[in-house]
């Protein structure tokens, strides 16, 4: 399950954005793996151990896609900025919180 800044549960509503959910019940499941920006070299060597691509877990055709500051999850197309938009960085905060983490797609120019 994934979670918001808040520690709240998202989903994805009826018109694809991924969104804060009312509760864990309505919450969408999603799944990591290595990020599609690979398949078109647009990912530093140096960042690739850490860059990954999410996809809801009922629907595995569907990503999650970073456009105009807000996520959505959208069916696969294999172009090269549907990869760079489907694409995060993965880090871990260990300095300021040992047990947190988060996703950025800042990388992307």
Request: proline share 5%; hydrophobic share 35%.
């Amino acid at each position: 399950m994934a979670f918001s800044k808040s520690n709240r549960a998202v989903k994805v509503a009826t018109n694809a954005n991924v969104e804060l959910s009312a509760d864990d019940q309505g919450a969408t499941e999603f799944l990591m793996f290595g990020c599609r920006a690979w398949e078109d070299n647009l990912v530093t060597p140096d960042m690739r151990p850490n860059c990954y691509s999410l996809v809801e877990k009922n629907r595995p055709d569907y990503h999650v896609r970073h456009a105009g500051y807000f996520l959505y999850s959208h069916d696969q197309q294999n172009t090269p900025i549907f990869n760079l938009d489907s694409s995060f960085i993965h880090y871990r905060d260990a300095f300021l919180r040992p047990a947190s983490s988060y996703l950025d797609s800042s990388f992307i120019l």
